[in-house]
């Protein structure tokens, strides 16, 4: 019995308050990108709905449980996209949502933050000053204040993809999952190696952003100072203790991609899939890519979690 | 009761026959895209599968029965997606297909139809002098023709999108098919007039493609010589009678569009939705594109039919 703070039967209680547009998405192997790595290649596709990323399904089991206990408002930092998601959630429940988001963000994140009607405070730094400014905002207004892969709600929203790859999947071997905060690996993982233990779960995370990956290595919290890359999904640097200790509990490897590797994968996924993807989204590619014999002949799952690119910055990972 | 070659309970029967990974697929509001467009807007995602097509809800119908009746073999003329579907559905029950496209097809979907493991055969001409040889080759080897539009199976097969609409969607007043052959609109047009004949069915068509919206205008078969569009899918010159008697008793409307609006709502399916479509999935963007009054303040469903782009010509088309 694996000891994390999910737990089954409340991810499955979660499909019931999540918006069917979340629920339920594509699921499908990709011969040309297959061919291209070596492997058989399916995706798990999440930037198809509202949000264009896997992080409704979150924010929807969290705002659904908000107005539950009559809650009228959420604070949350963001990235980008658990802010976008957050904003979406809470404007179909009457719910006032406040990102704090760093100055740095994609543009298109934050304008689609604010389209959906939320409050946008930006600050200087990074994703952890922003998660400073968050609690002190939850603490001066008194309103509930959503972490990241922090509040258990935010990995058993995701870990509702976990329950459809289960069910939908054909065998497969591994499951690649974008490691940064935590949410997708802990939530997924925990589905599978509970319903489906012998698939190998592996998360990937980019080596300019390693914090997580050096901490489930060394099963310690290990921070860093910076991070450099383009991921800008992924990018924390102080992971959190409790989702460490998940991800410890479901994760059989943790590894480090290069930069090059994670706009090879971006590229490819245009190329051989069509699909247009965030840099986070394409780690699970990034992986095949720097060490193809580990998955040679197997069949690989990727959970492609985001899809807002700046268009600009877009044409110069794919076109070059 | 509306009068046309489908049928209801047949359409039904057809989601059993057909493989999961086409069913279902993602309908959601794309905000952005909306507020570009003066009115809310719906995309119908049909690019989310193995042939990034609609194309393979027929093939699978096809192939479905064709092998229950002992059917090892087929063949089709194809602008591209549909061969590439048969391919698909007929590798899957160890079919022998052959696929006659133009020479001037799109080289991606001409090499997809081939790594399926396709018979591939190219024509000098477009899609009727394909439609012409693959008939020969039907007639020489005995095998079955597959004859998109006309063969009632393909219009089945792309009706199940129409039941996907009316189970799914909130209340909407318009819903853009792309209009080539007919098999779509038809399929998708016989639904909604049957369970939601509220909902306005409008039909576009490139107005360098314009045969089959000429015929449903004058109620008759207008045939052209040449067609000029960057829609490759949708570029026949011969409507086929029994389609356009159908198309006549479901469609509402069916209009033109410029090739400038097409390569415009390419773009802004970029832009606005994160999806990178072909010519022909555009087409309901731009019909909103070119009479915006018309939808002003109303809720439009486009389905976005096709996503198989040559990657230099959709450069072109998206970054100028």
Redesign the interface.
């Known amino acids: 019995m694996l000891r994390t703070r999910l737990d089954l039967d409340r991810i499955h209680a979660a499909r019931q308050l999540v918006d ?2 979340f629920l ?9 990108l297959g ?1 291209r790595l070596g492997c058989a290649v399916s995706v798990k ?1 999440e ?4 949000v ?1 990323s896997f992080k409704g399904r979150g924010t929807e089991l969290v705002t659904s449980l908000l107005v539950e206990r009559g809650g009228t408002a959420a604070v949350c930092a963001s990235a980008g996209n658990l802010g976008q998601a957050l904003a979406w959630s809470g404007r179909r429940r009457g719910l006032d949502v406040t990102v704090v988001a760093s100055r740095g963000a994609p543009a298109v994140k934050l304008d ?1 933050i604010r ?2 009607g939320a409050e946008l405070e930006l600050v200087d730094g990074d994703i952890e000053t922003a998660r400073e400014r968050a609690a002190d905002i939850a603490r001066l207004r008194g309103v509930r204040l959503v972490e990241d892969s922090l509040d258990v709600e935010t990995c058993e929203g995701a870990a509702t993809i976990g329950l459809e790859l289960v069910d ?1 999947a054909p065998a497969f071997d591994t499951v690649l999952i974008a490691l940064g905060g935590g949410a997708l690996a802990t939530g997924v993982g925990y589905v599978l190696k509970t319903l489906a233990p012998a698939v190998e779960v592996v998360c990937v995370q980019p080596a300019g952003a390693p914090a997580m990956t050096r901490s489930w290595h060394e099963r310690r919290v290990v921070t860093t100072d910076s991070t450099d890359t383009v991921a800008d999904g992924v990018a924390g640097r102080f992971p959190i203790p409790e989702v460490l200790d998940d991800l410890l509990a479901v994760a059989d490897d943790a590894v480090l991609v290069r930069e090059s590797s994670i706009v090879t994968g971006v590229r490819l996924l ?2 051989h899939t ?3 993807v965030e840099p986070s989204a394409a780690l699970g590619v990034a992986a095949v890519l720097e060490d193809p014999d580990r998955f040679a002949g197997g069949h690989v799952v990727t959970v492609v979690c985001g ?3 700046d ?1 600009d910055a877009y ?1 110069g990972w794919v ?1 070059g």
Chains 1, 2 share one sequence.
């Open positions: 069917p547009v339920d998405s594509p699921l499908y192997r990709c011969d040309a061919r596709l930037t198809a709905n509202p264009r689609r389209a959906l939908g245009l190329e069509g699909l247009v899809g807002n690119v268009l044409r076109y």
